[in-house]
């Protein structure tokens, strides 16, 4: 069974910084686009950053100069490194992947479980 595992979300002042990472486990054959999505009370889940096999980037405009998205693809893990954080960035920050189970040799989209992220003024 494939799942998505993240850690490294927390309490941050603002102008602060965290490190997410998210590991892909189980039974996996290849793994295609890995992103980060957040969502804040009352709001839909939105796209922050995401990134192809290939390296290729894409990040929301909101967190372009701050944010920056990476993968270890022998560890199969994505990361968000989030720096000069601002209040509005506090939301649950859930890791998204397209990947091919060997089991069933077809792509599906899995999802983390989500690690909130808090950032006080």
């Known amino acids: 069974q494939v799942q998505l595992v993240e850690s490294g979300g927390g309490l941050v002042q603002a102008g602060g910084s965290l490190r997410l990472s998210c590991a892909a486990s189980g039974s996996i054959g290849r793994i295609n686009a890995m992103g980060w999505y957040r969502q804040a009370p009352g709001t839909q889940r939105e796209l922050v950053a995401t990134?192809?096999?290939?390296?290729?980037?894409n990040a929301a405009d909101s967190v372009k100069d701050r944010f920056t998205i990476s993968r270890d693809n022998a560890k199969n893990t994505v990361y968000l490194q989030m720096n000069n954080l601002k209040p509005e960035d506090t939301a649950v920050y859930y890791c998204n992947a397209d990947i091919l189970a060997k089991a069933t040799l077809m792509f599906v989209e899995y999802w983390g479980q989500g690690t909130q992220v808090t950032v006080s003024s």
């Open positions: 990134i192809s096999s290939g390296g290729s980037t």
